[in-house]
């Protein structure tokens, strides 16, 4: 059998056979192509995802730790010197027969002080918080906030 012998619409037909396959291959190709790079992207964008989640993960219990430390500081440094001037002033008044009413404003703005500051380091304090539930948090925060008869 020669190619002269092969009758042109056979050529045709087996030609249009061999281009289409051809186009189904590279469709399919294409198709499985564009699947992968999609699973692609989607996988890229959920790792970026993951990393911010672990970015703001890692801030937030920085955060945490740097206010845990602020608040210790306060409380065992600057409460310790605010306590002793108490006792000293207490002394002092004890040693006096008669107390100045500058010293007794002196004493109790000292005591509010001394309260003020604890209250403000247990703030900082995530653990301390984690005790009460939200709503008694925001009632302790505006107990503090009015204490100071500056904003109700």
């Given at each position: 059998?020669?190619?002269?012998?092969?009758?042109?619409?056979?050529?045709?037909?087996?030609?249009?056979?061999?281009?289409?396959?051809?186009?189904?291959?590279?469709?399919?190709?294409?198709?499985?192509?564009?699947?992968?790079?999609?699973?692609?992207?989607?996988?890229?964008?959920?790792l970026?995802?993951?990393?911010?989640?672990?970015i703001?993960?890692?801030?937030?219990?920085?955060?945490?730790?740097?206010?845990?430390?602020?608040?210790?500081?306060?409380?065992?440094?600057?409460?310790?010197?605010?306590?002793?001037?108490?006792?000293?002033?207490?002394?002092?008044?004890?040693?006096?027969?008669?107390?100045?009413?500058?010293?007794?404003?002196?004493?109790?703005?000292?005591?509010?002080?001394?309260?003020?500051?604890?209250?403000?380091?247990?703030?900082?304090?995530?653990?301390?918080?984690?005790?009460?539930?939200?709503?008694?948090?925001?009632?302790?925060?505006?107990?503090?906030?009015?204490s100071?008869?500056?904003?109700?």
């Open positions: 059998m020669y190619l002269g012998s092969i009758s042109p619409k056979i050529l045709i037909i087996g030609g249009a056979a061999i281009f289409s396959i051809l186009v189904i291959f590279i469709i399919i190709f294409i198709v499985l192509y564009q699947r992968r790079h999609y699973r692609f992207l989607v996988e890229k964008q959920q970026q995802d993951s990393f911010q989640k672990e703001l993960k890692t801030q937030l219990e920085t955060q945490e730790d740097t206010f845990y430390q602020i608040g210790e500081e306060i409380h065992d440094n600057v409460g310790q010197l605010l306590s002793s001037t108490k006792m000293l002033l207490g002394t002092a008044e004890r040693s006096m027969s008669y107390i100045p009413d500058p010293l007794k404003t002196a004493q109790e703005t000292l005591s509010k002080a001394i309260h003020e500051l604890r209250a403000l380091s247990k703030s900082l304090n995530r653990e301390w918080l984690h005790q009460f539930n939200l709503i008694q948090n925001l009632e302790n925060e505006i107990d503090r906030a009015n100071a008869h500056v904003v109700q």
